[in-house]
DNA sequence: TATTTAAATTACTTTTCGTAACCAGCGTAT
DNA sequence: ATACGCTGGTTACGAAAAGTAATTTAAATA
């Protein structure tokens, strides 16, 4: 009966896509190269590839490309992005202090 | 090269778990039967339910069995859900401000 | 044109989702 | 007793998305 929000609901679509939230922590240190997320999160090349571009189309990412040898390629945050970091942050905070070691045994 | 914190992680994966931002969306709001989550948020029986058994799992929300006629069942978050209320509304408030029309027109 | 390096896609399998039909438990009416 | 109505789920199954590994594209050198 009650109505939610459409932009709520949409924000919350991006944010809950899987690897979303992690690559925007990644990218909240900093322009970041595809090989080195590859490198630190735990997704496959093909969806970094998708996620990335959903986020470019949503303006909360751009990618630069350097014309160098070898070509380099950074993604860094919009200032759509960047306006995404107390949510990252009031998230972390979170996990520190209520996620314990138990959960992270995740013996499903 | 960089390591995520496992904790930090871990609170990605249960938030950007389909349907659970929403569900703690309409949890912040007060308590919840099963019946008006499932009118309230476009989420299928089966997933509410499967994601209710999750976020219990996971001491986030309380169940609530009230033996009336017919048997009332209301859900409640729990403190640790509760904590999580910065983080719904830091989402809400990155939505108003960057979410436009165009955003919602969704024409992938 | 062949080489080198990074970025992205394709082909294929496994997991998760979404819809709709169905079941359980309990109090009440017949 | 048994049949019904109400809430709160569960089951079955086809469709969609994710995961993995191998392959392809592309650009600057040589």
């Not at 899987?18 to 590859?38: C, D």
């Amino acid at each position: 009966m009650n109505q939610l929000c459409p932009r709520f609901e949409k924000a919350m679509g991006l944010l809950s896509t899987r690897w979303v939230g992690l690559i925007l922590f990644e990218l909240l240190k900093g322009a970041k190269r595809f090989s080195e997320m590859e490198a630190d999160l735990p997704i496959s090349g093909r969806l970094l590839s998708d996620r990335l571009k959903l986020l470019e189309k949503e303006g909360i990412i751009q990618r630069n490309i350097y014309s160098e040898f070898p070509v380099r390629i950074e993604y860094t945050l919009s200032e759509k992005g960047k306006a995404l970091e107390p949510v990252i942050k009031d998230i972390q905070q979170w996990a520190e202090e209520y996620i314990t070691m138990d959960d992270l045994k995740d013996v499903e």
